[in-house]
């Protein structure tokens, strides 16, 4: 079973797309510069719009 939903996959594409081009901020509204930090913006936002993704990992 795929541990991550299409829509999940989309919203990352298009957060990578969008760090690629310069476009995508953070929360605080900086720049965002690395691959993993826009990984984890495109699973939050495939979170809130229900897709299926595993829980966040507590640090």
Known sequence: ????????????????HEMKEGKLK?????????????????LSEAREAGAKVPKKKES
């Open 26 to 42: 953070s929360g605080s509204g900086k720049k965002v510069t690395t691959r993993k930090q826009a990984v984890a913006i495109g």
């Open 1 to 16: 079973m795929a541990k991550y939903s299409k829509k999940a996959s989309e919203k990352v594409e298009r957060a990578m």
